[in-house]
């Protein structure tokens, strides 16, 4: 006969089996290759408290941050979106290559127009040839203030990574809180020609943590087990900011940059910029340490305009024997992050020039050669006038805008992949996108007297399997300032950054193309320039623009038309019956 004790052990074990089983489900799931993986995203508002005050938010199924995507690669994703709010909603999934299947890339009046109240759409897309940390957000105005989640791509069945393997992953978001309504601060900005309200916090998985007032109990923590190895997956889902990040008496090892493996190198600090992801590996102490240690995130700002100069903290804890936990019950004391200064463009500089591709014969960096096309990018802000109906407070009744090549991009209210696909573009976009700046100035020197920008909604067609290299200037026309630049629909190469401006002569020489860093987002560097590589071998109409999302409401974005190339497999296929109408 089973004891009552024996069988409280055995309904224990199975309650504990079950819960495992439960915590686990989504990565148990993920465990069968090249399967269809079925999401439903109810986009709903739901109250919030942060900093002791509660607001209203826009959500995915409630959640803050929103639900983690597990998915591996090669796997096909549908991903059913409902629209249960009062904004005009898309759904962004960036890095994700999108081939053949940009009517899922989801920026707004770009790939489709946006999902009505009381509409769905389901996205379908395959994640190929891609591994590692990625995420999702909202691509209409603001909304990606609240709307976003890490998209994890877990390799094939039976393949490792290629390196140790970690004990525990946890993501970690970064992301940007205002006490306001985000929606009322961007159009508030947009009427009155003037700069939008700043952040009141930055956020760790939605948690500012407790260097911000009435915020202790809002706190990130992290426990981990002493002599364990960790891969944290950060992401930068914040809207205007890049960050730098660290963990306090500890090291990582970069192990991977928008889910692109890359040579492994240590650092105490990480930087990222609005829309990058990282992969690093944490190393816990070998014996339990008598401390806790505080993993702070604070701006990396370089532009004239003031910023959120403020810091999150989340707590890396180290779990206790029980013995240790009932002798030593006082307080730990929390050990501080020494951050680099919030314009240390020579860390940032050299951070990024550690970053590596693996270039090994199971992951090779296929740098396009030859190229076929060469363009030259100023980004970088100016001014336009106001409509005669507004007052405005720039001089002469003008506003701050952004501009690439001097063109301040003008959203179509038709989304440009319709219009290309049914040839119907004449009267939504021109393919005139000038391929040089419109005159030559000392782009990082004393700025021209005219600083006004011009405005369109201009592309780029390309042809089919074009290799383009493309060279970023930062201009220092109302101050330089860096910005990361997000290709969607392409991952490139970053060959070279420099500071001043790119010589053409010269700079040409310093490229890597051995084992060049392969991402879909880079910072050009404040007062400096970036040069990418890229094939355009990808049917469709991809965005490029500033990860700011200040920058992005301002116009520096434009678009790349890749046309169809001649096999089946080099078309792009006709939309799904239930995109979204405008």
Same mark, same amino acid.
């Given at each position: 006969? !089973?004891?009552v ?18 915590l686990?489900?989504d ?9 269809t ?6 986009i ?13 938010? @826009? ?5 803050f ?7 591996r /690669?090669?796997? *096909? ?8 709010? =009062? ?12 081939? *053949?299947?940009?009517?899922?890339d ?6 489709q127009?946006?999902?009505?109240t009381?509409?769905?759409?389901v ?6 040839g891609?591994? %590692? ?10 909304l ?11 390799p094939?069945r ?11 992953e @946890? ?22 020609? %003037?700069?939008?309200n700043?952040s ?38 914040? +809207? ?12 990582l090892? !970069? ?6 493996? #890359? ?26 340490p ?28 180290? /779990? ?8 030593n019950? &006082? ?17 940032a500089?050299?951070?990024n020039r550690?970053? *590596? ?8 960096a296929? @740098?396009?050669? &030859? #190229? ?6 100023? !980004?970088?802000?100016?001014? +336009?006038?106001?409509?005669k109906?507004?007052?405005? =407070?720039?001089?002469?009744?003008? *506003? ?8 301040s ?5 038709i989304a440009?992949?319709q ?10 976009y ?9 005159? &030559?100035?000392?782009?990082t ?5 005219n ?15 074009t290799?383009?290299?493309? #060279? ?5 026309i ?13 991952n490139?190469?970053v060959?070279?950054q420099? @500071? ?8 040409p020489?310093?490229?890597?193309l051995?084992?060049?860093v ?11 320039? !970036? ?5 355009a ?8 623009h ?6 992005t409401?301002?116009?520096? &974005?434009m ?18 019956a239930?995109?979204?109408k405008?």
């Amino acid at each position: 006969m !089973v004891s009552v004790l024996a069988s409280s052990d055995i309904f224990r074990t199975l309650l504990l089996a079950l819960s495992a089983v439960w915590l686990l489900s989504d990565l148990a799931l993920a465990k069968h290759a090249g399967v269809t993986r079925h999401y439903k995203f109810d986009i709903k508002m739901q109250s919030v408290t942060r900093l002791c005050q509660t607001k209203s938010i @826009v959500t995915v199924n409630g959640q803050f941050p929103g639900p983690r995507i597990i998915a591996r /690669e090669g796997d *096909r994703l549908l991903i059913k979106v409902v629209n249960h709010v =009062q904004y005009n909603v898309t759904l962004h999934w960036h890095g994700i290559r999108q081939l *053949r299947s940009g009517w899922a890339d989801g920026p707004a009046y770009v790939t489709q127009c946006p999902i009505q109240t009381g509409q769905s759409y389901v996205y379908n897309f395959t994640i190929t040839g891609q591994r %590692g940390t990625l995420f999702w957000h909202a691509h209409i105005s603001w909304l990606r203030a609240t709307l976003y989640g890490p998209i994890v791509i877990l390799p094939k069945r039976h393949a490792s990574y290629p390196f140790p393997q970690p004990y525990n992953e @946890v993501p970690i978001v970064f992301g940007e809180w205002w006490k306001a309504d985000t929606e009322t601060i961007i159009n508030q900005a947009m009427a009155t020609g %003037g700069a939008p309200n700043i952040s009141d916090a930055f956020t760790i998985n939605g948690l500012p943590g407790p260097s911000y007032n009435c915020s202790a109990k809002e706190t990130f923590k992290l426990k981990v087990k002493a002599g364990k190895t960790y891969l944290l997956r950060l992401v930068n889902a914040a +809207l205007n900011d890049e960050l730098f990040f660290r963990i306090a008496n500890h090291t990582l090892t !970069v192990v991977e940059a928008d889910a692109v493996y #890359v040579k492994p190198f240590k650092t105490d600090t990480v930087l990222i910029t609005p829309g990058q992801t990282t992969n690093v590996l944490l190393r816990a102490k070998s014996k339990t340490p008598s401390a806790k240690f505080a993993m702070s995130a604070r701006p990396y700002a370089t532009g004239p305009a003031i910023f959120d100069n403020t810091t999150t903290i989340g707590i890396l804890e180290y /779990e206790k024997s029980v013995l240790a936990s009932k002798s030593n019950s &006082k307080k730990l004391p929390l050990l501080k992050a020494k951050l680099p200064q919030f314009n240390d463009s020579a860390y940032a500089m050299k951070f990024n020039r550690k970053i *590596r591709s693996l270039a090994t014969a199971k992951f090779p960096a296929k @740098v396009p050669k &030859k #190229v076929d096309r060469h363009f030259f990018f100023t !980004v970088g802000l100016g001014i +336009l006038p106001c409509a005669k109906t507004q007052t405005c =407070q720039g001089p002469n009744n003008t *506003r701050p805008a952004a501009a690439v090549n001097n063109v301040s991009f003008v959203q179509s209210n038709i989304a440009l992949l319709q219009a290309h696909f049914f040839n119907k573009s004449k009267g939504v976009y021109t393919t005139n996108f000038p391929t040089n700046p419109p005159f &030559k100035f000392n782009y990082t020197g004393t700025p021209p007297k005219n600083i006004a920008l011009s405005s369109g909604t201009k592309v780029v067609a390309l042809p089919f399997n074009t290799s383009v290299e493309l #060279v970023l200037q930062d201009t220092s026309i109302l101050g330089a300032e860096s910005h990361p630049l997000h290709l969607h629909g392409f991952n490139f190469f970053v060959l070279a950054q420099g @500071v001043g401006n790119f010589d053409p002569k010269n700079d040409p020489a310093k490229f890597n193309l051995v084992d060049p860093v392969e991402r879909n987002t880079v910072g050009v560097p404040s007062g400096g320039w !970036v040069a990418i590589r890229f094939l355009a071998d990808n049917p469709g109409v991809w965005f490029m623009h500033c990860h700011l999302e200040v920058h992005t409401s301002w116009g520096l &974005k434009m678009a790349w038309v890749v046309n169809d190339g001649k096999g089946r497999k080099q078309k792009l296929p006709p939309p799904p019956a239930d995109l979204p109408k405008c």
